[in-house]
């Protein structure tokens, strides 16, 4: 079994590693929590530690000042433990990350469309207000990087002209 995160593996940022940590608490179907954070290090835990669950993530910034998981307990006793509400599946982060991959979000999408991709995908319940949101986010998105490529053109026809007149 390849794990998505190994000791001694590199982290560019502390968004990166969040990043891989809910996708694998996803995949995993487990939740976790932030038990220690700096601007040097961070310790990621199981929500079930008070149950006994050993699972944990340790990174710090090394010498290079990119993050080094430098101990990691992958193991998880908790698993058969009731989980509660899908807290990872419900943030906005990760749906704004993960829903373009299974969906072409637009204004005719419905929220429930979404609630439906990520059941089917990843076995999660994700609420309709917290679909709504990401949708909204995902759209708004788009009208940004949209708008930032329009006021680009008005500059590359200056620079065809100037090319072309040469």
Same mark, same amino acid.
């Given at each position: ?31 976790f ?20 669950? /050993?699972?944990?993530? #340790? *990174? $710090? %910034? ?5 993050l080094? !998981?430098?101990? +990691? ?26 829903? /373009?991959?299974?969906? #072409? *979000? $637009? %204004?005719a ?5 979404? !609630?439906?991709? +990520?059941?089917?995908?990843?076995g ?6 917290t ?6 986010a ?5 009208l ?18 100037q090319?072309?007149?040469?």
């Open positions: 079994m390849t794990l998505p995160i190994e000791e001694g593996q590199y982290f560019v940022s502390f968004n990166k590693l969040k990043e891989a940590i809910e996708t694998w608490s996803i995949d995993d179907h487990f939740t929590s932030v038990v220690k954070k700096d601007v040097k290090r961070v310790e990621y835990r199981c929500q079930a530690r008070s149950m006994g669950c /050993p699972w944990r993530v #340790f *990174v $710090s %910034k090394g010498m290079d000042r990119e080094l !998981v430098k101990r +990691i307990s992958t193991i998880h006793t908790c698993i058969a433990a009731p989980v509660s509400a899908q807290e990872v599946a419900n943030t906005q982060n990760w749906l704004q990350r993960i829903v /373009p991959q299974h969906l #072409f *979000v $637009s %204004k999408t419905k929220p429930t469309e979404i !609630v439906e991709n +990520i059941h089917k995908y990843y999660e319940k994700v609420n309709y207000e679909a709504r949101v990401a949708k909204a995902l759209i708004a998105d788009r940004e990087h949209q708008r930032d490529h329009l006021h680009k053109i008005s500059s590359y026809i200056q620079l065809l002209h090319h072309n007149q040469n």
